[in-house]
Nanobody, 121 residues
């Protein structure tokens, strides 16, 4: 079974940096993408960045040039390096994993419990 464990959230001043990490304790064989979403109070959950098995990356426009996603496929981990953080980056950040089960032809979504990132002076 997929179990996602996040770490690395916290509080930082504007312009600061944080690094989020997520480990998938389940199988690596069915994983398509891993990534990060975030949800700020009163807002919908939104994609921050994701990365495929071929290491193709996708970023939200609001974080391009500031955030970098990376993935260690062998160790089943994904990380998000966040630089030049802004108050509007404040949110709960969720690790996300999409997997494909060939037998059923279905895709499944999995979520971590979330880690709080607060950017404030």
């Amino acid at each position: 079974q997929v179990q996602l464990a996040e770490s690395g959230g916290g509080a930082v001043q504007p312009g600061g940096s944080l690094r989020l990490s997520c480990v998938n304790s389940g199988s690596i064989f069915e994983v398509l993408t891993m990534g990060w979403y975030r949800q700020a109070p009163g807002k919908q959950r939104e994609l921050v960045a994701d990365i495929t098995n071929s290491l193709h990356t996708n970023y939200a426009d609001s974080v391009k040039g500031r955030f970098t996603i990376s993935r260690d496929i062998a160790n089943n981990t994904v990380a998000l390096q966040m630089n030049d953080l802004r108050p509007e980056d404040t949110a709960i950040y969720y690790c996300h994993l999409q997997r494909y089960v060939a037998v059923s032809g279905l895709k499944y979504e999995h979520w971590g419990q979330g880690t709080q990132v607060t950017v404030s002076s």
